[in-house]
């Protein structure tokens, strides 16, 4: 299936489907890949500045990645405290990722417009999402961090907002640019 934007023909095909034997659609999946993975370094890493900023503020330890490092201690994995905390912001980047994902599905196949509005929408049902994943996870560890919980799920439910509007602004950029990029280039 094919979706025309600005009079260009973009494939709608997803990573994973049996139509990826010609270049075209190829390239095309490449750059759905690489708008999904700037999008996801963006958002991800707006908001864990925006979490990293509250934190020095409020002198809180509100910042995801140290707290997924102190869960996953918890584990009792064989691995370097070095290592965890890497895992850790795999972790961090890949649930931003999945968000996207998830985005991009929605966007391309018109269940919601590429808009401030939508995007203000998905970062706030991300917050949500993200409060109920921490509570289940700080109730299922033995650690308990000695945090305002409330404060923490307060600023985590705003920096999913920025992460839902700084992914819709990088998704429609590079939108943008592969649009360009097509219109100059015939495959």
């Known amino acids: 299936m094919e979706i025309i934007y600005n009079n ?111 995007a203000f929408l998905l970062g706030s049902i991300c917050g949500i999402i993200g409060i109920a994943g921490w509570m289940i996870l700080f109730k299922l560890a033995d650690y308990k961090p000695h945090i305002d919980f409330k404060g923490y799920y307060i600023q985590l439910f705003f920096a999913h907002i920025i992460f839902g509007l700084v992914a819709a602004l990088f998704y429609y950029l590079t939108l943008t640019i592969i649009l360009i990029a097509k219109s100059n280039v015939t495959i």
């Open 8 to 118: 260009l023909v973009l494939s709608r095909h997803l990573i994973f489907t049996p139509d990826l034997l010609t270049i075209k659609s190829i390239l095309m999946d490449i750059y759905a890949i690489l708008q999904i993975l700037i999008a996801t370094i963006a958002a991800t890493s707006a908001m864990t500045l925006f979490s990293y900023a509250v934190s020095a503020s409020f002198r809180e330890l509100y910042k995801e990645p140290v707290l997924l490092t102190f869960l996953l201690k918890q584990l009792k994995i064989d691995v370097s405290d070095k290592g965890k905390a890497t895992l850790a912001w795999i972790l961090h980047y890949f649930i931003g990722f999945i968000f996207v994902y998830t985005y991009h599905i929605l966007w391309v196949n018109h269940i919601l417009s590429l808009s401030l509005l939508n």
